[in-house]
Nanobody, 120 residues
Framework: QVQLVETGGGLVQPGGSLRLSCAAS????????MSWYRQAPGKERELVAT????????NYLDSVKGRFTISRDNVKRTVYLRMNSLKPDVTAVYYC?????????????WGQGTQVTVSS
């Protein structure tokens, strides 16, 4: 059974930090690129950060570059999103995503999301 379980969300004051975690099970984690998406109320889900299966070149939404860091631990089967210097505009539900594009098949899994609220 595939599971992606996000933790680490919550309420934080502007300027604060959070680290989100996403624990994966039920699929070969080190074959999958992992990403964090977010969806704010009334807006479409958007890609925040991606890390390839080998943990090489990462990519970020322009507005979070320099403040957010995505990383992964293939032994622990976990992907992280470190978020610093938080601003209210990052308030959203954050979702973990696992993606594997094979020659004949694509697999795409989602977590249930974790709420991040930045407010004073």
């Amino acid at each position: 059974q595939v599971q992606l379980v996000e933790t680490g969300g919550g309420l934080v004051q502007p300027g604060g930090s959070l680290r989100l975690s996403c624990a994966a099970s039920g699929f070969p984690f080190d074959n999958y690129a992992m990403s964090w998406y977010r969806q704010a109320p009334g807006k479409e889900r958007e890609l925040v950060a991606t890390i390839p299966s080998t943990g090489g070149n990462t990519n970020y939404l322009d507005s979070v570059k320099g403040r957010f860091t995505i990383s992964r631990d293939n032994v622990k089967r976990t992907v992280y999103l470190r978020m610093n210097s938080l601003k209210p505009d990052v308030t959203a539900v954050y979702y973990c995503n696992a993606l594997m594009r094979g020659v004949f098949v694509t697999r795409n899994y989602w977590g249930q999301g974790t709420q991040v609220t930045v407010s004073s």
